[in-house]
């Protein structure tokens, strides 16, 4: 596929992996919170659903700093959706920031409505987390499975 073809793939990549991240991500959130009270927990498809208010970073770290964290990530948010712009030169790219921008903008929009992360998948042996937080880490994953092995067969 001409060079040329392959950023127009991923940059269709990148939009629509980002919205269908979003939309899953606050579609996830209002059925839960429709269902399941705060302080409660109920099992869907072989899950514990626990909501909870994540007022921090990742795994609850950083409590307290809600109006910082909403700065810093929509910073974030906007640099890789700046740097996707220009350097999103495979499909795989593509997804890997459109899920990443996705992720980032689900969880940005629960800390300007909400005032915090709504987390609610609970695995038990792992911090509760969203669907939001699923997208970051699989486009973190696919950003190292192209930088670190396939970026490396190219050059080869």
């Known amino acids: 596929m001409p060079g040329r073809d392959r950023r127009k ?17 606050q579609t996830s959130k209002l059925a839960v919170t429709s269902e399941v009270p705060f302080g409660g927990s109920a099992r869907f498809v072989g899950l514990r659903i626990t909501p909870v208010q994540n007022t921090g970073v990742a795994f609850g ?3 307290g700093y809600g109006s910082a964290l909403a700065a810093i990530a929509a910073l974030g948010a906007v640099l890789v959706f700046l740097f996707s712009r220009k350097g999103a030169r495979s499909p795989l790219t593509g997804a890997a920031l459109g899920l990443l921008i996705g992720g980032a903008a689900g969880n940005l929009l629960d800390r300007i409505v909400r005032g915090y992360v709504f987390d609610f998948i609970d695995v038990g042996f792992w911090p509760v987390f969203n669907l939001a937080d699923s997208a970051i880490t699989i486009g973190v994953g696919l950003l190292i499975l192209e930088f670190l092995f396939l970026e490396r067969r190219r050059e080869s």
């Not at 793939?9 to 991500?25: E, F, H, K, P, T």
């Open 61 to 63: 770290l950083l409590r």
């Open 9 to 25: 793939v991923a940059a269709r990549l990148l939009y629509l992996l980002a919205a269908i991240a979003v939309g899953l991500d």
